[in-house]
């Protein structure tokens, strides 16, 4: 199973599952072996020719939760996978338009339930439900202006992960650092 190199999605560990993607190679699920350094593949779906049932970002780490992956395309798509079995339950375009490697990064919002957090390379953070019957946003706000010019037609973009703590998001961009503040009002 020849992976090309170049992948900036980091894989996820979920249990004994590790799923693995990147815009070059497609998307890997392996089930890694508890008592010697060893895996099998679940399932595979190749770059190539390109498959709905895959996984295909270029920058962004896919998000595990609820026995879903979800990530983003290398076009900005938002999909949704079903863990175990690689089949796409849903996509869609609503966080942000398309885009030429597009970003958006992902993190889930508390320890259970189906809400993440989404800071789209446009300096959007949006609060939504993500579960096997779709994208639902709660919330959306701005929290700076993208400055850094991106592809072929020199889109502004800020690729910068963001940090949290203490209930508050850090998002930067080449000009700013910006610090909100995530808890609900009292």
């Not at 895959?54 to 395309?73: F, H, K, Y």
């Not at 709660?138 to 963001?162: I, N, Y």
Request: charged share 25%.
């Amino acid at each position: 199973m020849p992976l090309k190199a170049g992948a900036i999605p980091a894989p996820v560990v979920h249990g004994d599952l590790m799923f693995f993607c990147t815009a070059h190679a497609g998307s890997y699920l392996f089930r890694l072996a508890r008592d010697r350094p060893a895996v099998e593949i679940v399932w595979e779906r190749g770059r190539r020719p390109r498959s709905d049932d895959t996984l295909t970002p270029v920058i962004p780490d896919p998000l595990v939760m609820n026995g879903l992956v979800i990530g983003v395309q290398t076009d900005g798509e938002l999909r949704c996978l079903d863990l175990m079995t690689g089949k796409r339950l849903w996509e869609t375009l609503e966080p942000m338009p398309k885009a030429w490697h597009a970003t958006m990064h992902l993190v889930r919002a508390g320890d259970s339930g189906d809400r993440a957090w989404i800071f789209t390379e446009q300096g959007n953070l949006i609060l939504a439900r993500l579960n096997a019957e779709g994208y639902h946003e709660l919330a959306r706000a701005r929290l700076l202006d993208p400055t850094a010019e991106q592809g072929p037609r020199g889109r502004a973009v800020t690729w910068s992960h963001p940090a949290f703590a203490y209930r508050h998001i850090f998002v930067r961009s080449d000009r700013e650092l910006v610090c909100a503040g995530l808890a609900a009002p009292r």
